[in-house]
T-cell receptor, first 112, second 112 residues
């Protein structure tokens, strides 16, 4: 079945550092790919998405490119802030599916 | 525009009891999905409803059930509660089930 693998956390960085969180997937066909973020005590917020190969999703300085050849959707940000501290989830939705398959989540802590 | 609303936010139950959780989707959204989030298993899909019909179901025992009303509000029921049912239960809505899904803040269920 479909699956998503994220780099294990936790990840701790200093403010203004460069961020990469790796995500790879296994799926048949052409899934849609997502990054969600979860702040303490809250639900999930959609951060960005990409629906076809070579699409780049971007939002709030975060970017991720849908790479079909490497089945990857790595999350990047050039300069992180303390307010970016949260848990980040990579997810996919298979073609015609009405459900999300999530990675295990990566906890990110940014120190001032 | 109001987001996805889940009630109650917190619940404490004992083993063997049953519980009902409620979800009000974003106005106009007709698809409602439920997910269970635990530290050990991560985020897992429970089921999805569209126009009062269950279209998709995850790999959970029959103790987990749900329904959707004509106004798209949804309820999830868990019977004969077990300690392992302690989790954050998240509801998400979308227009038709196609992504992206918008999540509520969840109901945290604790089983004593």
């Amino acid at each position: 079945g479909d699956s998503v693998t994220q780099m294990e956390g936790p990840v701790t960085l200093s403010e203004e550092a460069f961020l990469t969180i790796n995500c790879t997937y296994t799926a048949t066909g052409y899934p849609s790919l997502f990054w969600y973020v979860q702040y303490p005590g809250e639900g999930l917020q959609l951060l960005l998405k990409a629906t076809k190969a070579d699409d780049k999703g971007s939002n709030k300085g975060f970017e991720a490119t849908y790479r079909k050849e490497t089945t990857s959707f790595h999350l990047e940000k050039g300069s992180v802030q303390v307010s970016d501290s949260a848990v980040y989830f990579c997810a996919l939705s298979g073609q015609g599916a009405q459900k999300l398959v999530f990675g295990q989540g990566t906890r990110l802590t940014i120190n001032p | 525009k109001a987001g996805v609303t889940q009630t109650p936010r917190y619940l404490i139950k004992t083993r063997g009891q049953q519980v009902t959780l409620s979800c009000s989707p974003i106005s106009g959204h007709r698809s409602v999905s439920w997910y269970q989030q635990t530290p050990g298993q991560g985020l897992q899909f429970l089921f999805e409803y569209f126009s009062e019909t269950q279209r998709n179901k995850g790999n959970f025992p029959g103790r987990f059930s749900g329904r959707q009303f004509s106004n798209s509000r949804s309820e999830m029921n868990v019977s004969t509660l077990e300690l392992g049912d302690s989790a954050l239960y998240l509801c998400a809505s979308s227009w038709t089930g196609d992504q992206p899904q918008h999540f509520g803040d969840g109901t945290r269920l604790s089983i004593l």
